[in-house]
């Protein structure tokens, strides 16, 4: 091992080789241990079939310390001093960044905590090396000894070889039935992984209090679970980050206005003061809302500014399917009338009506800055009509010999119908919708090349066209209650062919109570529009009683789910024939 001078100053040199220890011990750990030897050591409790499902899905990869070098210089003299190699990429680490603001009520973006992993000589494992560096007289120097004295961030890491969403979840239940337990974990876009934390069970023989699945790429159902069973141990925070929710929807809401996702970039760093002169607001203020956002992950924060992520990315206003009006829809007019929830609860009336007077479809109809906006906010989720394209009734349409219609009833702005025209170029469109949403729909399509191939129907539910092949309902039904629905579906089925489609798209409740987005909108819908959510054989009541029947339903994103519905008595799709075809 080389010798390293030592830093002059008093402070450098009383600490630095507290982390040579650390670091030396370290090493030794990794080279001596091997994913078969160390999982009994780590899970006493594991019985052979289960420590060999382990060893076959996952590998020891390395084992980790948190230190503080005074400097870049200091850190590599550390490494080399280790034996280790002190020349590979320093990489942000949000992960810890966050987890050390958290613990000692600090701004990340004061917190440059970088991570490497230098290789350990004769191994094919590493040592995770995560580096806040501490400069002498730093304010720091306090929170690098308690985290020195306690080491937090030391832990031993299991490298998953499939990241298989199943795999993910029964490697977690096998880690929690043997006494680990979820503790904290998150995604770190600078290097597309996935952390889920967990602490060894009481009887560990490892000599480490913590362990990691590490998982290469972004998984997010995964780490919402693991997450939330880790809060669930802390039932006194989990409440109070739940009583905060509405900061963090006007947080969002405000960052939309403000437009700052549009003057930040997800490559370039941006300080404070540059964005508060850029949207106009007041710097330390911003300051504030940059460190809220970075907390939720909307932007990241580093030593040199701060970034835009992958979510806060959707918020642009210049990105295709923006969500930008949702949070403008969701911090605005919506959260008006939410506040009026308990209205709704103990009377079952509607609190936006009972707010301003009349159903949310008359207030925007008469404010075009609303209605342009509910329409825009419609069309932000059109990610979940993607799949739509390639759903069977559509492709049969499309490839029919004689030129297949759909027929889109309310169907805003446009959004939906377009994905369609464009995914088919053999089928046409008629769109009916209210007046001044006709007009909106025909310059969007128009726009988007397909004006030629659409015709426009200004009118209500009663107007609903004949002839058509395939009709669509997406997110409609929702917003009325069970007559209404009836009366829409009579319409519909009165002007359905023998031989057409109906394709309903809404957020279905699970039959098992299982979470949903469609429990929240469940309860949105019941406060801010008066209709509700419902279960899919709701639906298919609902359906009977308009002489419909329903004969399939396929998942879409976004929880939603597109039910598949025939006039009763026809043929199930593949033995009808429609004429032409």
């Not at 507290?18 to 750990?29: I, K």
């Not at 800055?369 to 799949?387: G, I, K, Q, V």
Request: charged share 20%.
């Amino acid at each position: 091992m080389t010798t390293t001078t030592m830093p002059t100053t008093t402070a450098a040199a009383t600490t630095y080789p507290t982390d040579l220890d650390r670091l030396t011990e370290t090493v030794a750990f990794v080279r001596e241990q091997d994913t078969a030897t160390l999982l009994p050591l780590l899970l006493p409790g594991l019985d052979a079939l289960e420590l060999r499902a382990l060893v076959e899905r996952c590998r020891f990869s390395h084992a980790a310390l948190l230190v503080f070098p005074s400097s870049p210089e200091d850190l590599s003299a550390l490494l080399d001093d280790g034996g280790l190699p002190s020349d590979g990429p320093a990489r942000p680490s949000v992960v810890v960044r966050d987890r050390l603001a958290t613990r000692h009520g600090r701004d990340p973006s004061e917190l440059d905590v970088r991570i490497l992993r230098p290789r350990v000589a004769g191994s094919d494992r590493t040592v995770e090396v995560f580096a806040l560096a501490v400069p002498p007289g730093s304010d720091l120097a306090g929170l690098a000894e308690h985290e020195r004295t306690r080491d937090h961030e030391a832990h031993l890491a299991l490298e998953v070889a499939q990241p298989d969403p199943l795999v993910l979840r029964g490697l977690c239940a096998l880690l929690t039935r043997n006494g680990a337990t979820a503790d904290g974990g998150g995604y770190n876009p600078h290097e597309d992984g996935t952390v889920l934390y967990f602490t060894a069970p009481t009887g560990s023989k490892a000599g480490y209090r913590r362990l990691e699945l590490y998982v290469p790429g972004e998984h997010p159902d995964v780490l919402d679970a693991h997450l939330a069973q880790y809060r669930a141990g802390r039932p006194a925070e989990t409440l109070l980050r739940l009583l905060t929710g509405a900061w963090t929807t006007q947080a969002l809401a405000v960052c939309a206005e403000l437009r700052l996702p549009d003057a930040l970039d997800t490559h370039t760093a941006f300080g404070a003061p540059a964005l508060a002169r850029a949207v106009g607001a007041d710097p330390d203020t911003l300051v504030s809302l940059l460190r809220y956002l970075a907390m939720l992950g909307v932007v990241s924060a580093d030593a040199d500014g701060y970034r835009l992520t992958e979510i806060g990315a959707l918020l642009r206003t210049d990105v295709p399917a923006s969500m930008r009006p949702l949070a403008l829809m969701y911090g605005g007019p919506f959260y008006e009338s939410f506040a009026a929830l308990g209205h709704t609860v103990r009377t079952g009336e509607v609190a936006f009506d009972h707010l301003h007077g009349e159903n949310h479809f008359d207030h925007f109809a008469r404010d075009p800055r609303l209605a342009a906006l509910f329409d825009e906010s419609m069309a932000a989720s059109s990610r979940m009509f993607d799949p739509l394209s390639a759903h069977p009734v559509v492709m049969a349409a499309g490839r029919a010999a004689t030129p297949g219609t759909v027929v889109d009833v309310a169907g805003g702005n446009g959004e939906l119908l377009g994905r369609l025209l464009a995914a088919h170029p053999g089928l046409r469109g008629v769109l009916l919708e209210r007046p001044h949403a006709v007009a909106a729909a025909r310059l969007s399509l128009a726009a988007a090349g397909h004006g030629d191939r659409c015709e426009y129907v200004a009118g209500d539910f009663a107007d609903v066209p004949a002839g058509g092949d395939v009709y669509l309902l997406s997110r409609i039904l929702h917003d009325w209650d069970d007559d209404r629905c009836r009366e829409i579906l009579r319409h519909c089925a009165r002007a359905m062919p023998a031989h057409a489609d109906l394709l309903v798209v809404e957020r279905v409740l699970p039959d098992d109570g299982s979470p949903s987005l469609a429990t929240a909108w469940d309860l949105h819908m019941r406060c801010n529009v008066g209709g509700r959510e419902r279960r899919a054989d709701h639906y298919a009541r609902l359906f009977a009683d308009a002489g419909l029947t329903l004969v399939g339903t396929a998942p879409l994103p976004l929880d939603a789910t597109v039910l598949h519905v025939r006039r009763s008595g026809t043929p199930v799709p593949g033995q009808a024939v429609r004429p032409g075809a």
